[in-house]
Structure formats: structure tokens, C-alpha cells
């Protein structure tokens, strides 16, 4: 391993500037590095409370973006919703490198062209097509099946971009609110009869990489509600997962944390759904339930420092996701009491405005038995109401 030293006054970038971004952030102090964020918007964001060096702009806005970079060491990203062709634009013209790479970014930086990229690599992906009108849509569902699902290739999360088309009416609709009749870009993805949804985080440096548990993602409509760490599936299943994460990300060259999230079949098969070049909820529960968490491996990889290891510290971790509601309310008494007799740890986001379905904070609860884990995660996590 090549020798490695981060001056004093090292400052690392961040492109966003949600609760990744404030959790990575939490980790590169603990070097002593610097953070700096630039970000859209006019509402404060996690990192406004966090970091001195906040810079508010479009980005849409060259020149503000390469000034950014300029004032810092490494650039990395907190959401993957910028332009490959941007990236290098403002790596080149700045001087400053970028984590993951532009060259990285443009190989997954819409959902049609990451199911190519890993198609062509032979990894197993939900079946697709590109849309681009109603003959499309019905030669997809007679070639896979109703009901599917119709995706915005770029920009969607948590459920949002996405559209389940059960016949042609519904599928038509969907098309337009999408935006498919404004030359947005909507693919379709097969429905996947699946047992479980599985997700691994991969930390990968120039010369290491390294992959966390294969853990399990339930839903609450559309959005990640509970992992389960690690899957309760055979340990042949994990390490398969485990294997498929460690190839992709060396298909796309990937500096950083990456997830991969998939499908485990009826059959036994391992497909891979979804990819994130960034920390991601999936691996949440890495900050205590892990030897090092997927935030401060992030940091290592992007500054060229050695990978930590992803070994669990206890059997069993649960992160439940704290979602939004109409009714905020203080985090009771109660419940601070219960957080200080038990190995249960929670984190709010620090987001002024709360709505139903947002992600304003996760609770990991960490045990030796994998139902009373999950059942106390459970309790906790439906008495914080914020």
C-alpha cells in the first residue's frame, strides 16, 4: 500500500447537501479534514448545520461549480442526479478530482444505461426496454407480462419517478405524468417474482475493495422502511450477493461506497435491480452496527486513505427508517430513556420541514437474536413521530 499523509488544511467537497452528505461529513472530522457543500435551494439542508463552507448555487452553473472545486481537495458526490459530461467539465477545468470518477458516474448515470453497462458484463438485470410510446408499451407487456413498471431513466427515488402499469390505460397514463410525452426518457422493467429484496454496500480505493453483509431491504410503500443485517438467507445466497457487488463495481471502476441492491428469486437467482454511487440507506445501520461504517469507508476511499474493516460488531443489526409525517412532535421523554438502557442508537437529519414518506432520521438497534432485534427496532421506531 502506497504511503499516504492528509494535510491540515485538506478539505473534501461535497455535491448536495442532504443527510449523506451530513453523516460523511460526521466521519471526515474525526481526520481532521475539512468539509465544504455546495447546494441548490433557498430551505436550509443537514449540512447548513454542520459545515462553515456552504456554497448555494445552481447546478445547472458552471462556473460557481468550478470555483467550488477549486477550494477543495476532493469532490464527491451525495446524489447521482448531475450529468457525466458536467463532471469532467468541472473536474478538468478546476484541476480537482472527483470520487466516483466522471468516467464512473457515465456508465450508471441513468437507469438505461447502468442496465447496459452491467448487461453487457454479463450480471443478471431486471429485464428492460426503452419507451417511447404506446406500441412500446403493449409490446412490453405482451413480451413480459402485466403489470410492469415504468421508471423515469433519470432522477427518481424512494418510489418517486416511478409508475406501475397494469394495463394500457394505467401504463399510458403513467407514461405521460412521467413525462414521456415531453421527450423525458421512461424505461420499463419487468415485475420480478422475488422472495426477499437484498442490498450490499461496496468500499472500494484505488488499491482495495471490499464489500459489508448482504443484508435484507423491506418496504413500506416504495420506500425502505427496515434492514435487516445480515439477510436471514442461506450464507451461500449472501456470498453470492457479496460477489456480484465486488464485480460490479469493478466493471464501473467505482472510487467510494457503492450499493447494490437486487432480487432474490423464487428459483434462487440473485438480480440486480438498482445501483447508487454514494452511501446509501441500505447502509445505515454500517455506523454502529459495523467495525466501520460505510460513511467513514467512503471518506477513506475518496482521500486515498487504507479501507476499514465492514465486520459486524454484534450478530444482529436493524435499521428502521424515521419517515415523515403531518403531526411532528419532540422525541418523547420515553423514549430517550429507552435509547439510554439499550444498544440503540438514533440519528435525526437536523430537516426543518417533515411530510409524509420523507427520510428525516433512521434508529439501528443492535442484538444476538434476529426477531426480538427486529421486534424492539419495530417499537422503538413507531413511538418517534416527527
Avoid at 229 to 239: G, N, S, V, W, Y
Wanted: net charge neutral.
Amino acid at each position: 500500500m502506497h504511503p499516504f499523509s492528509i494535510k491540515a488544511e485538506f478539505k473534501l467537497g461535497f455535491l448536495g447537501g442532504g443527510q449523506l452528505a451530513r453523516m460523511s461529513a460526521y466521519q471526515a472530522y474525526r481526520f481532521g479534514i475539512q468539509t465544504a457543500v455546495y447546494r441548490s435551494g433557498s430551505t436550509p439542508e443537514p449540512m447548513d448545520f454542520v459545515s462553515p463552507f456552504i456554497s448555494i448555487g445552481a447546478f445547472a452553473d458552471e462556473k460557481k461549480l468550478i470555483d467550488f472545486a477549486k477550494s477543495c481537495d476532493v469532490v464527491t458526490l451525495e446524489n447521482e442526479f448531475l450529468e457525466s459530461d458536467l463532471l469532467k467539465h468541472i473536474r478538468d477545468k478546476s484541476g480537482t478530482p472527483i470520487y466516483p470518477s466522471p468516467e464512473t458516474f457515465e456508465l450508471i448515470e441513468n437507469k438505461w444505461i447502468e442496465k447496459e453497462t452491467f448487461r453487457k458484463a454479463r450480471i443478471p438485470v431486471t429485464p428492460y426496454r426503452f419507451i417511447k410510446n404506446n406500441t412500446d408499451i403493449e409490446s412490453f407487456g405482451n413480451a413480459f407480462g402485466w403489470p410492469f413498471v415504468l421508471k423515469s431513466s433519470k432522477g427518481g427515488y424512494d418510489g418517486y419517478g416511478n409508475a406501475t402499469a397494469y394495463d394500457i390505460e394505467s401504463a399510458l397514463d403513467g407514461f405521460g405524468k412521467l413525462g414521456g410525452n415531453s421527450g423525458r426518457d421512461i424505461l420499463a422493467e419487468a415485475f420480478v417474482p422475488f422472495e426477499k429484496e437484498l442490498a450490499v454496500m461496496v468500499a472500494r480505493s484505488k488499491s482495495e475493495v471490499i464489500a459489508y453483509p448482504c443484508v435484507e431491504s423491506i418496504q413500506q410503500g416504495h420506500i425502505c422502511k427496515t434492514i435487516m443485517a445480515p439477510a436471514q438467507i442461506d450464507e451461500q445466497l449472501q456470498k453470492k450477493a457479496q460477489e456480484i457487488a465486488l464485480k460490479a463495481v469493478e466493471i464501473i471502476d467505482g472510487i467510494g461506497v457503492f450499493a447494490f441492491e437486487f432480487f432474490l428469486t423464487k428459483s434462487g437467482d440473485i438480480i440486480l435491480n438498482e445501483t447508487a454511487p454514494r452511501p446509501h440507506n441500505s447502509g445505515h445501520y454500517s455506523i454502529e452496527g459495523c467495525i466501520t461504517s460505510q460513511f467513514e469507508n467512503h471518506i477513506r476511499a475518496v482521500c486515498g486513505m487504507p479501507l476499514g474493516k465492514t465486520t459486524l460488531r454484534k450478530p444482529v443489526a436493524v435499521m428502521e427508517n424515521i419517515l415523515g409525517t403531518h403531526q411532528r412532535k419532540s422525541v418523547s421523554e420515553h423514549v430517550f430513556n429507552s435509547l439510554a438502557t439499550i444498544d440503540a442508537h438514533l440519528h435525526l437529519y437536523g430537516k426543518l420541514d417533515s411530510k409524509s414518506g420523507r427520510k428525516m432520521g433512521h434508529l439501528t438497534v443492535l442484538g444476538n437474536n434476529a426477531t426480538t432485534t427486529l421486534k424492539l427496532a419495530k417499537k422503538l421506531g413507531n413511538e418517534i413521530i416527527v
